[in-house]
Structures are given as structure tokens and as C-alpha cells.
């Protein structure tokens, strides 16, 4: 099934109201490339600032709480970045899962949430390198992806990315063979949860994606776009790896 590329940039905690020019040049290379879908996420506070700068841009958050409202002191919740001006979030990014101690069980809550109150989901799965030398890749992913996926899941909202944790940041990817291996498995496992929608599904994937490397990433088999984070951050590193989708 034909799926359109995604390529999702993703700021963490860096960016400023004066980093949002950065938006204007990654505007004009999504017009110039209608094929591919190009969405940021940014921190909370940048949120409404760069949907207003940029309002043909998929703009996201980064997080969003699992509750719709409460008693959750610092949180913030999928129907507030939604009216900030966000159209999806991420959720279950790695970072997290090691600085928060998020769990699969979180971003599974986190989906839902962000899906009842209209938001598109990047939901991540990744294995450490430990588990990737122990040779537990594998089936550490189809884990996640089993705790994490909601029953209700398809294309029109969801997203999957695999995202090495080794290979964020790190300059390091796997091989094309090893990419293609996990996003097999990913099908298959969403598959066999959510049936024939796993093939609207699109999967990312992410870890140290560049302008020079993202033309053989994205040309691997079930790969339908990139998570991007630091050369999400300026359209100089950002464009190319748009160009090289479309
Ligand atoms: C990420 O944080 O999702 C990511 C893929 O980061 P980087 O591109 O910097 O490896």
C-alpha cells in the first residue's frame, strides 16, 4: 500500500521565539515537495508562536499528560497544546522513557488521551544497545508495540516510529538490513492488533537521520518517513532530508 512520507522534526528542549524563523524555509520546502507530509514538534511554549508563523506546518508537542484535566501540577494536557495550535504530539520518545520513566503502559494512556481530544499521535518504540547486543532488538519492539498501540489505531491518526535509543544523537544507524528487519516486524506485530489498518500505518524511523544519509533510509522497505531531532533544527540540516523524501 502506498503510504506518503512523513518527515517529523522533533526540537526537544532547544528553540526560542527567535529559533522559529527557522520555520520559514522549512514552510517553503514543505509547498515545494506536496508529496510529503512535514510536521515539527516543539516545546509547550513555542507551540501557539509557531503555529501562528507557520500555519501550513503540522505543528506538535512533544508530550502530552495521559489525563484530559486535574490535579497534575506542571502537566499539560492534549486539549490545551491542541488549542495551542498543535495538530499532534508525540509520545513514548525515549528521552522520556529514561528521564521520566515512562513506560509503554504511559504512551499507550498518552495515545488515547491525545486521540480523544483530536490530536495525530507519533507514538516511539526503540530497543537500548544493550538489547540490541544481547539480541533482544526484536522482540523488545514487538513488546512495546503491544503494550503501547491503542485497539483503535489506524493511519488517519496514529503513527509508529522506531527509534534505536543508541542511535539518537550518536551519529550511529543501524544497517539498512537491520532497519528493514524491526519495521518488517513492526507491520507484522500491528498487524496482528489492529488487522488490515496496520497497512495505513505509517512508520518512521529515527536516530541520527541527516541530509546526506536520508535518501538510503527512507528508501528501506516499510520505512514511510522520518523522526528528526537535531537537524530538525535548522531549515539548513531540515530541508534536505524533506528534499530527499519527495
Ligand atoms: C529524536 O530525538 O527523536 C531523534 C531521532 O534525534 P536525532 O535525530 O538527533 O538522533
Redo the contacts with the bound molecule.
Keep these: 500500500m502506498a503510504r506518503r512520507k512523513l518527515v517529523a522534526g522533533?526540537w526537544?528542549m532547544n528553540g526560542s521565539r527567535a529559533a522559529l524563523a527557522e520555520l520559514d524555509a522549512i514552510a517553503q520546502a514543505a509547498a515545494a515537495a506536496p508529496g510529503v507530509d512535514v510536521a515539527v514538534a516543539v516545546p509547550f511554549t513555542l507551540i501557539a508562536p509557531a503555529a501562528d508563523r507557520a500555519p501550513a506546518l503540522a505543528i506538535g508537542a512533544e508530550d502530552v499528560h495521559e489525563r484530559d484535566s486535574g490535579a497534575h501540577t506542571g502537566c499539560v494536557s492534549a486539549g490545551m497544546v491542541k488549542e495551542a495550535g498543535a495538530s499532534f504530539t508525540?509520545v513514548g520518545?525515549?528521552?522520556r522513557r529514561a528521564d521520566q520513566g515512562e513506560t509503554s503502559q504511559d504512551a499507550w494512556a498518552k495515545a488515547a488521551a491525545a486521540h480523544r481530544q483530536g490530536l495525530n499521535v507519533i507514538l516511539?518504540c526503540g530497543e537500548t544497545e544493550a538489547e540490541r547486543n544481547a539480541g533482544r532488538a526484536e522482540r523488545v519492539v514487538q513488546a512495546q508495540i503491544e503494550k503501547s498501540v491503542p485497539d483503535n489505531a489506524d493511519g488517519s491518526w496514529f503513527t509508529l516510529?522506531y527509534?534505536p535509543r543508541w542511535?539518537?544523537?550518536?551519529?550511529r544507524t543501524p544497517t539498512v538490513d537491520e532497519i528493514a528487519s524491526i519495521h518488517a516486524i513492526a507491520r507484522a506485530k500491528l498487524r496482528m492488533l489492529i488487522g488490515d489498518a496496520a497497512d495505513g500505518v505509517r512508520i518512521l524511523y529515527?536516530?541520527?537521520?541527516?541530509g546526506e544519509n536520508a535518501a538510503t533510509l527512507l528508501a528501506v522497505e516499510n520505512v514511510d518517513g522520518?523522526?528528526?531531532?537535531?537537524?530538525?533544527l535548522t531549515a539548513a540540516k531540515f530541508v534536505p532530508i524533506i528534499e530527499a523524501a519527495s
Design positions: 522533533n526537544k508525540i520518545h525515549s528521552e516511539c516510529a527509534e542511535a539518537i544523537g550518536t551519529g529515527g536516530g541520527s537521520v541527516t522520518a523522526l528528526v531531532g537535531g537537524a530538525s
